[in-house]
């Protein structure tokens, strides 16, 4: 087995036993790797190693030679939940290790080839140990892992990318509430290998101004009856589009629509901007719980000098999950958005550095702060007579190693 065939087989590896994923732009990662984290997630037209694929694949036509990346993120959640009658509770999920793995080599002056691998979506919560009543033992757990193979094409001054995608995704919904009405207490986790792709494309039009833009196709996903036994517990057992509609199983990774614009000044300075869209209103799952498109605005300046880099960044997206009005399937899906599935943070602070240990090896981390926000949405259909009001902010920390050959 050659060294790329090896390498190879390791990324595929490691993919496949990867821990769980967790989110920022709604139920989507903002960024992969470090750098392109320290810079608000603003990569599709900034080129940052092999590790740029997840942003735009047409990327690796920047690339010089040859290099694998690995990082890990440290990600820690805080959400708390006032579960059916206002008592507060936390949620036990707050830690999570989400690692990627990239590899990238270029084999002639116009073409270069990758495979890498990261965790790109989640969410989940932990109320198995607040008051059984309130909060209902809930405890839910979505991932998604992409596993990247990329070709690219590159010429003097412009670039094209593709990227067949596949998808390995986890789903665990479980929750016991007052009225008895237990569902999935064994924790089943469904698991689904879904595939799609992803393209892109870059142009110089100067040698300081790079513009691009990217597309991640949609991935369909049906997760067992996760959803819909979830649903059952609720009342929600009817045919579709009546007044007690059954929840449907699938949820499947929406599309994204991204463009962006790099500006370096000196070999000094680089400032960044993107901006994407996350089509969950059109993605099966997702639009059934009231999910809308969600706009991504991202921003990053990175100062480089011999031998190290540092960097700092804004991402912001408004809130994706639209509340529903009153009436008892309504509530439930409020509900279920609010409290186990809380993807309603909004605005992100970014910054981070690197340092070249040697001519080969460079060393970078980033850390990401996303502030508090409070969100209350309508459940008197549930018979409740207080709203349901969640909180969720963010803390992450990564590391990343890139290795030049």
């Known amino acids: 087995m050659n060294k790329n065939t090896k390498i190879v087989a390791a990324l595929i590896a490691l ?5 769980m994923a967790y989110a920022t732009n709604g139920a989507v ?6 750098q392109n984290t320290a810079l608000g997630g603003s990569g599709v037209a900034n080129f940052t190693g092999a590790d740029s694929v997840f942003a735009n694949p047409a990327m690796l036509g920047k690339s010089k030679a040859s290099e694998v990346t690995g990082g890990i993120v440290l990600f820690k959640p805080t959400v708390t939940n006032d579960g059916m009658d206002g008592t507060a509770a936390t949620s036990d999920a707050k830690t999570s290790y989400i690692p990627d793995i990239s590899y990238s080599n270029r084999i002639s002056d116009s073409l270069t080839y990758g495979i890498a691998m990261a965790g790109i979506a989640g969410m989940g919560v932990d109320y198995t140990a607040a008051n059984a ?8 757990a979505h991932t998604v892992l992409h596993i990247v193979p990329t070709i690219a094409y590159n010429q003097k001054d412009y670039g094209v990318g593709f990227s067949p995608v596949m998808q390995y995704g986890t789903l665990m919904i479980s929750y016991n509430n007052p009225a008895g009405a237990a569902r999935n207490t064994a924790e089943k986790v469904d698991t689904v290998t879904a595939f799609g792709f992803s393209m892109g494309g870059y142009y110089n039009v100067t040698p300081e101004v790079t513009v691009a833009a990217s597309y991640e196709s949609e991935i369909a996903a049906k997760y067992g009856t996760q959803l819909s036994d979830a649903g059952t517990g609720f009342g929600l057992t009817g045919a579709a589009g009546t007044a007690l509609a059954a929840f449907g199983d699938d949820l499947n990774q929406p599309a994204q629509m991204k463009a962006g614009v790099a500006y370096t000044m000196n070999d000094a300075l680089t400032v960044t901007a993107d901006y994407k869209i996350i089509q969950y209103g059109s993605a099966k799952g997702w639009k059934d719980f009231n999910w809308k498109d969600q706009a991504v605005i991202a921003v990053g300046g990175k100062y480089a000098a011999n031998g190290y880099w540092l960097g700092l960044g804004y991402n912001h997206a408004d809130d994706p999950i639209a ?3 009153a009436g008892q399937r309504n509530s439930t899906v409020n509900f279920f958005n609010n409290m186990m599935f809380p993807g309603v943070v909004k605005s992100s602070y970014t910054f981070g550095g690197g340092y070249a240990v040697s001519s080969a090896l460079d060393i970078d981390a980033a850390v990401v702060i996303t502030p508090e926000v409070t969100k209350s949405v309508d459940v008197s259909g549930l018979g ?3 709203a349901n009001v969640t909180t969720h902010s963010q803390q992450a920390m990564s590391v ?3 290795y030049k050959f």
């Open 400 to 402: 990343s190693l890139r």
């Open 133 to 140: 009543n309130t909060h209902i033992r809930a405890k839910t």
């Open 323 to 325: 509340e529903l009005g």
């Open 15 to 19: 993919g496949l036993v990867s821990p």
């Open 384 to 386: 409740l007579t207080t």
């Open 29 to 34: 990662m903002m960024a992969v790797g470090s």
